[in-house]
């Protein structure tokens, strides 16, 4: 099956520092894959869209200067949250799409993120 | 805009029992429909998914049909288990580089 990796699994960052999260589609190539923040006991929020080899799009309220999104290839997409503040703290999620008319997601086991 | 409700939660059930977790969602042209599940400190996996109206979706022993004249989707299993507790979330896959659009969650604790 299609699997989705993410590194690092948790972080713990001082406030000020930029982290960075991988998102990696293992078994095929993925031209499009997403990035979602999960709150406690909420659901999955989509925070930006992201396809190889151009700029990544940002939903309404997701500031994109904040967290910089790079898709430089067809396998990888990186996240990287700069400045962080604790508020920032939360759970990230990537997902990968196979393409074409299938709509079908794959997701990543999720990266805690701890801003101190 | 495309929308998903979830009943509310959570769901608290005995081994071997019913399990009906309702879903509607609002949507332009015909979305793809899908069942994740979140177990305890994982990411979401595909649990089943139809793509079309009347299309059946079903695995593990869970099933959920595309009722387009309802606009429902609700995930139904004849006896669950300890190891269903998850959290489980009804989407909907749009047209739009496939983006989903997610219910809010609806937590299952099955007790034996």
């Known amino acids: 099956g299609a699997v989705v990796s993410q590194h690092p699994s948790w972080v713990i960052c001082k406030s000020g520092t930029s982290v960075k999260i991988e998102c990696r589609s293992l078994?095929?190539?993925?031209?499009?894959m997403f990035w979602y923040r999960q709150f406690p006991k909420q659901s999955l929020m989509l925070m930006a869209t992201?396809?190889?080899?151009?700029?990544?799009?940002?939903e309404q309220g997701v500031e994109k200067d904040k967290f910089l999104i790079n898709h430089a290839s067809l396998t990888l997409s990186t996240l990287t949250v700069t400045s962080a503040h604790p508020e920032d703290s939360s759970f990230y999620i990537c997902?990968?799409?196979?393409?074409?008319?299938?709509?079908?997601?794959?997701f990543g086991p999720g990266t805690r993120l701890t801003v101190l | 805009g495309n929308s998903v409700t979830q009943m509310e939660g959570p769901v608290t059930l005995s081994e071997e029992a019913f399990l009906t977790i309702n879903c509607t969602y609002t949507?332009?042209?015909?979305?793809?429909l899908f069942w994740y599940v979140q177990y305890p400190g994982e990411g979401l996996q595909l649990l089943l998914k139809?793509?079309?109206?009347?299309d059946k979706g079903s695995n593990k022993g869970f099933e959920a049909t595309y009722r387009k004249e309802t606009t429902s989707f609700h995930l139904e299993k004849g006896s669950v288990q300890v190891s269903d507790s998850a959290v489980y979330f009804c989407?909907?896959?749009?047209?739009?580089?496939?983006?989903?659009?997610f219910g809010q969650g609806t937590i299952l604790t099955v007790h034996p």
């Open positions: 078994d095929f190539q993925a031209t499009t």
């Open positions: 997902s990968a799409r196979l393409g074409g008319t299938n709509n079908e997601q794959f």
């Open positions: 139809a793509t079309k109206a009347d």
């Open positions: 992201s396809n190889e080899g151009s700029k990544a799009t940002y």
């Open positions: 989407a909907l896959g749009g047209t739009s580089y496939g983006k989903l659009t």
């Open positions: 949507a332009t042209g015909y979305p793809s």
